[in-house]
């Protein structure tokens, strides 16, 4: 399992998950660049992520929604606020309707994912913020820990295909 450690932090309002790969740091970075890479891996098995815009460029945005298992939809998006190719990328992402307006009812984070090469593979870092201690509890009530980890388990199928 690619997922290392998880630890979350209510006092800095953090949730940081590592994983590490066995593959090269560019082969990871193309996992998110790639739209039809990324919908592979970005919900968890059980609620596939279908990407309708992504633009990983600063001031870009990705749109996308997740289908359960009995055909209820879950939108969201990302507004990229930086990116450092292959190294590293950082957005604002967010809970929206199925018109990808976003829901202000639900959490806001800022992200930032690192790639770094390590033990001839690549170790990703993924840190999400939350603007108050009640929203990171909010996901983590949620189920993020489990879906995002059961999400970025499945890279290793993808990248060995």
Same mark, same amino acid.
Not at 13 to 40: G, H, M, N, S
Not at 71 to 85: F, L, N, R
């Given at each position: ?41 970005? =919900?968890?098995? $059980? *609620?596939?992520? /279908?990407?309708? #815009?992504? !633009?990983?460029?600063? %001031? =870009?945005?990705? $749109? *996308?929604?997740? /289908?359960?298992? #009995?055909? !209820?939809?879950?939108? %969201? ?85």
């Amino acid at each position: 399992m690619p997922v290392t450690d998880v630890q979350h932090d209510l006092d800095n309002l953090t949730l940081t998950i590592t994983a590490e790969f066995a593959a090269p740091v560019e082969r990871i970075w193309q996992v998110y660049a790639d739209p039809r890479q990324l919908e592979k891996v970005w =919900g968890p098995p $059980t *609620y596939p992520a /279908t990407v309708v #815009d992504h !633009d990983l460029t600063p %001031g =870009g945005r990705t $749109t *996308y929604f997740m /289908t359960g298992p #009995d055909g !209820d939809k879950h939108a %969201g998006w990302w507004e990229i606020t930086a990116v450092d190719e292959p190294r590293s990328f950082a957005f604002t992402d967010g809970f929206a309707d199925l018109d990808f307006n976003p829901n202000p009812a639900l959490p806001v984070s800022t992200n930032i994912y690192t790639f770094e090469a390590y033990e001839g593979g690549t170790r990703a870092t993924f840190v999400s913020t939350y603007e108050s201690a009640e929203a990171l509890q909010q996901v983590l009530d949620m189920g993020i820990i489990e879906g995002a980890s059961a999400a970025i388990n499945q890279i290793d199928d993808l990248i060995a295909a």
